[in-house]
């Protein structure tokens, strides 16, 4: 730890990185004009412990100088390139302290941390910095150190792999004047040193440290310090979106032939996807079509394959039922995106398609790092030039004459990541940055405001991220939920056919801020004012397990950041338990003992529970679960994703004695589940009837398919009811919004004097509102957890939990 004697607040800074197994964390007076000046360092080694001790190292710091939270000016945080975790955890807890302070956040590249950290030991000429990419993969960079600085002499953050940087750094003029740095040295420094570099500075700097981060912010012009718009960067796309590129451009995809689809795709229209070589004459001719008796010559179909065999590019499609209708396209030029070619369907112009593929080609160079995006366009298209001035692009030159006489070339440009006018896109599921002026200010109360807020009492605001919804809401002391906000990343996850978790966790870092500030003016509203701050809560709850894990740290993360800005308590909620107590805004007595039935994407389970906090699992399932068998299911079907709402709807038309399909473990004596068996029983029949060339009845499939899981789920739920001889059953869970299994359980125990209990629809799937029942009654309890909380994503049901009763809540 380092200090100095130097106390000055003015400008006071907060700097911290997770992206290294090194947490970076120093508070450094902060003067526009001047280096910043190191108050205290907290920089120490912690690998895989950052989510753990982050928030307290920040706060020990602040104590080591005589500062708390409240005397900050601005919050710095590196933006990696790094371990994306670890970017995540840093990038979403200064996300939180940001927002609970209203103080700025800017976000620093940590290859320039680490130049200007070896700038400050003194070290001039040619810094090469080289740190770990994992997967034999290096985040390379060179600057020029001199006594002014730190310099970059590359445009952009990069990803190669470790022998490709040597080679490449061997081949340079200047090789023997490279003095190497960085952390990738600590896997492949022999690497280096047998290709002839031995200038290598000692390991105490080759990581990120508080101070670098602080003097790269102080050499940078600043942005606006809006929270919502530090992003990680990246250097490539996830994984799953990298094979899916490499696959489509490879071969035709596989798919399954059926019939009677365009009745069940009824609402897939205008789906976005990479565009792939067998799309090639279809967008050629819609090219052709788009353009023609315009003054641009139409690009051909050999023209655009080239473009999809070359690096650096995004392509992608609009299909209507999976005709091409659109398309658009471009490619990285240093740390700019341009966008080459847009084209849409007349008869889906006007529609919002161009505006879609546009921010989608945005939204990958932004991943890839892009810092701006361009384009051309014809001064005399006016359709065009509004689309792009909705997403932010404005004129940076022109090229007179252009396209023809008279007809100039307007070059447009938009910062990255988009903050245009995204409501002019039209309501679409995936988050997105905010586009509210920044910082917010809270406008004046009136008398019935504040006898609205006291009435109210104490307000809870939880948060909500384990799978691939952000959800943020805020409840008051009587159960009251004054809003609710839930942004979902499924547009995103729908051409897997199931959840990436890789990008489900980049997401939530992307909606974090803006959900959060859209639940606060949503509670405003529900109390007569624009908006409450994070002076008006009493208590921030947060879901930490289980779930992905990747997802779990954002929502934790952020709600530590708040709550250390802040000095509010921090509260656990197990997601499960928040689904059993959501059964509560439906009958507000219930009371235990009763027996519940956990049903979604990730869980299957019967429990018994005996007491609020004391809970018995009676059975689980072995393998699939039931919302996870709906979506491979459904993607055998070609039928999309979510799996659960499209066979529901098609069950609804069909015969469920149609097909038999096996009833796994229905007769095992026990309450265990199986649904693998039933989903390769469904996927060999439709196997068996395209080699047969009949026709698949999709309603009678999907019917029989919903049956056979129905008659197990309601099976082994009497036998459990029967067994403990309870008189109430409830249902929880995204599954619990099927419509024919609510039947099935109200039909079967309404026959046998139990009531039954499912959540309304709005609480089946993961929101925040049902998070905050559990966090209010913990709050009641004073059952907090403390700031070295970590997500847990295999927590057992009761991990956090309380005996106390909960409030019943009621959904305003």
Not at 23 to 44: I, M, T, Y
Not at 523 to 535: P, Q, R, V
Not at 546 to 560: D, E, I, M, N, S
Request: proline share 5%; glycine share 10%; charged share 20%.
């Amino acid at each position: 730890m380092r200090m100095t004697s130097d106390t000055n607040t003015k400008g006071l800074a907060l700097a911290i990185d997770t992206s290294t197994d090194m947490l970076a964390c120093a508070v450094v007076s902060w003067e526009p004009g001047s280096a910043p000046r190191v108050l205290a360092a907290c920089d120490h080694m912690c690998r895989r412990q950052a989510n753990v001790e982050l928030v307290s190292t920040a706060l020990a710091a602040l104590e080591d100088c005589g500062h708390t939270m409240a005397d900050l000016d601005r919050v710095l945080v590196g933006r990696g390139p790094g371990s994306f975790t670890g970017v995540r955890i840093g990038i979403a807890t200064a996300k939180g302290l940001s927002c609970g302070l209203s103080k700025p956040l800017h976000g620093v590249s940590v290859l320039d941390a680490t130049a200007w950290g070896a700038w400050q030991a003194g070290v001039r000429g040619l810094l090469a910095v080289a740190d770990d990419a994992m997967r034999g993969e290096v985040y390379p960079g060179i600057y020029q150190l001199d006594d002014a600085g730190a310099h970059r002499t590359f445009a952009t953050e990069t990803v190669c792999k470790a022998d490709e940087c040597v080679a490449t750094w061997s081949a340079r003029e200047d090789a023997s004047q490279l003095v190497l740095t960085g952390n990738g040295l600590k896997k492949y420094r022999t690497r280096f040193e047998a290709a002839g570099f031995t200038n290598i500075l000692d390991e105490t700097l080759w990581y990120p440290t508080g101070e670098g981060l602080a003097l790269a912010a102080a050499a940078s012009p600043l942005d606006s310090g809006d929270p919502a718009l530090v992003l990680p960067i990246y250097t490539r796309l996830s994984d799953a979106e990298e094979n899916e590129r490499k696959r489509l451009g490879l071969k035709a995809p596989a798919s399954v032939e059926v019939t009677g689809v365009d009745d069940a795709l009824a609402d897939r229209h205008l789906q976005l996807r990479p565009m792939s070589v067998n799309d090639l004459p279809a967008v050629a001719a819609l090219e052709a079509a788009a353009f023609s008796g315009s003054s641009h010559t139409p690009w051909t179909e050999k023209l655009f394959y080239e473009e999809l065999s070359q690096p650096g590019r995004s392509w992608w499609v609009a299909h209507d039922l999976g005709r091409i209708i659109g398309f658009a396209g471009g490619m990285m030029a240093g740390d700019d995106f341009e966008i080459c070619d847009v084209a849409v369907e007349e008869g889906h112009r006007r529609q919002g398609v161009a505006s879609r593929l546009a921010a989608r080609l945005c939204y990958d160079a932004h991943v890839l790092n892009a810092k701006t995006a361009s384009l051309e366009v014809d001064e005399k298209n006016e359709p065009a030039r509004a689309t792009y001035d909705h997403l932010g692009f404005a004129e940076v030159g022109r090229r007179p004459g252009y396209y023809a006489p008279g007809h100039d070339a307007l070059i447009l440009r938009a910062e990255l990541p988009l903050a245009g006018d995204v409501e002019a896109l039209g309501k679409r599921p995936e988050p997105h940055a905010s586009i509210r002026p920044w910082p917010i200010v809270a406008g004046p109360r009136g008398a019935a405001c504040e006898e609205a807020l006291a009435a109210a009492g104490d307000l809870v605001l939880s948060i909500e991220s384990s799978c691939d919804e952000t959800a943020v809401a805020v409840v008051d002391s009587h159960g009251t939920v004054c809003s609710s906000v839930v942004a979902t990343s499924i547009d995103f996850h729908a051409r897997f056919g199931g959840v990436v978790p890789e990008i489900a966790s980049r997401k939530h870092v992307e909606a974090i801020v803006g959900v959060y500030e859209e639940a606060m003016a949503q509670a405003g509203a529900h109390f007569g004012c624009d908006t409450l701050t994070a002076a008006d809560l009493s208590a921030v709850g947060v879901t930490a397990g289980p779930g992905l894990v990747g997802a779990l740290v954002v929502g934790v993360a952020f709600a530590k950041g708040l709550c250390a800005s802040t000095g509010l308590p921090l509260i656990a909620v197990h997601h499960l338990e928040g689904h059993l107590l959501a059964n509560l805004f439906e009958t507000p007595d219930l009371k235990p003992p009763f027996v519940a039935s956990l049903v979604s994407g990730g869980n299957t389970m019967l429990v018994y529970v005996r007491g609020w906090g004391d809970y018995q699992i009676l059975g689980t399932t072995i393998d699939d679960a039931v919302g996870e068998a709906f979506d491979k299911v459904a993607k055998a079907l070609g039928l999309g994703y979510p799996g659960g709402p499209v066979i529901s709807r098609l069950a609804a038309k069909g015969n469920p004695r149609a097909i038999h399909f096996p009833r796994a473990m229905m007769h095992s004596g026990d309450y265990q589940f199986s649904l693998s068996g039933l989903k390769t029983a469904v996927i060999t029949y439709i196997e068996g009837e395209n080699r047969a060339g009949r026709p698949i009845d999709l309603p009678d499939l999907a019917a029989s398919f919903e049956a056979a899981v129905i008659d197990v789920q309601v099976a082994k739920a009497v036998t459990a009811v029967e067994q403990t001889g309870v008189s109430d059953f409830c249902v929880g869970g995204g599954v619990a919004a099927n419509p024919q299994l609510r039947e099935a359980y109200r039909e079967t125990f309404g026959k046998r004097g139990v009531r039954v209990t499912v959540p309304p629809m709005r609480a089946c799937g993961d929101n925040a509102a049902m998070i905050s029942v559990a966090a209010l009654r913990s709050y009641r309890a004073r059952n907090f957890a403390p700031l070295t909380l970590d997500a847990d994503p295999n927590a057992p049901l009761g991990t956090w939990s309380t005996t106390d009763a909960p409030v019943p809540p009621s959904w305003e």
